[in-house]
């Protein structure tokens, strides 16, 4: 897309006042402007934001998921934008060159549909589960990958309006596994791109209460949703004896375990598994869909 136009979405629980006005003076100072920017306020009041920033505010938490949503919505009924960037509220763009390289790809590439930014600490470290491949090792190694960070990505609208946008139901986690298979299987890329970075506070998804539950659900969803029949028992299989390896805390196991019986018993929304050759795909640029 010729010059494509940017918008920036911010999803906050109204609790980081001040990181929310950092991130926006770092969007501030990029030197490829955004068109838009719009920051929700997921079940909670917004503190004053600057005059050219949009305000939504909701009475009730909808998620990762429903939040990001109504931010998609509120892009597109402005009718102005082509590419949106999501980005954590406690975030921080410390390059002013990120939109503009943002920009400069989706230029070049028609069928880019996701772009995937670097997550790292105020050292520069960037965590192993902040690199979007399994050879996690060197996080600066960039290139197509079969999924992308939540905490900081740009996402096509042209790729948004033939796919859909964010799985409401899943609240959060995996959502982003969610919107990578359905891209790869319209065909669409995913690229990881390091140079990109987002410098973020160095944390772990196991401090919200949910996430063990979270988890575990949302994993069956996504393979109830988009595999293969003969590939949801390798998924869940693989991921189930990862979990009892990785998990010490028996608490923890317990909301699993729930959460993984709560995956299987309730719906996951319409089932679209994924062709072959979408498996295929995945298989070559590294990480097929049984881990």
Not at 90 to 119: E, H, N, Q
């Amino acid at each position: 897309m010729p010059e494509p136009r940017l918008g920036v979405a911010i999803l906050t629980m109204g609790n980081r006042p001040r990181e929310v006005a950092a991130l926006l003076e770092s969007v501030d100072r990029q030197d490829v402007p955004a068109t838009r920017i719009v920051v929700v306020g997921n079940g909670s009041p917004l503190p004053e934001l600057p005059a050219h920033v949009t305000s939504v505010e909701l009475d009730e938490n909808l998620g990762v998921s429903g939040g990001r949503n109504v931010a998609l919505r509120r892009l597109r009924e402005f009718g102005d934008v082509d590419v949106v960037i999501d980005l954590d509220d406690d975030g921080l763009l410390v390059d002013p060159g990120v939109f503009r390289t943002v920009r400069d790809l989706y230029a070049a590439d028609p069928r880019l549909g996701i772009v995937s930014f670097r997550i790292a600490d105020e050292h520069g470290e960037t965590q192993r589960r902040h690199v979007p491949r399994l050879r996690a090792s060197d996080p600066m190694r960039g290139g197509e990958v079969t999924t992308f960070l939540g905490g900081g990505h740009a996402l096509s609208m042209p790729m948004l309006e033939r796919i859909g946008g964010w799985p409401d139901a899943f609240f959060f986690t995996h959502e982003e596994t969610d919107l990578a298979w359905r891209a790869l299987d319209d065909g669409w890329s995913v690229r990881y791109v390091p140079e990109l970075l987002l410098q973020h506070p160095r944390t772990s998804p196991a401090r919200h209460a949910v996430y063990y539950r979270m988890t575990a659900r949302n994993r069956v969803w996504l393979a109830r949703r988009h595999l293969p029949l003969p590939l949801v028992p390798l998924y869940l299989g693989s991921w189930t004896l990862l979990t009892l390896v990785r998990t010490r805390a028996l608490d923890g196991l317990r909301a699993w375990a729930g959460g993984f019986a709560e995956g299987f018993r309730t719906p996951c929304g319409t089932r679209r598994p994924m062709r072959w050759r979408t498996v295929w795909r995945m298989t070559r640029l590294g990480r097929p869909p049984v881990i």
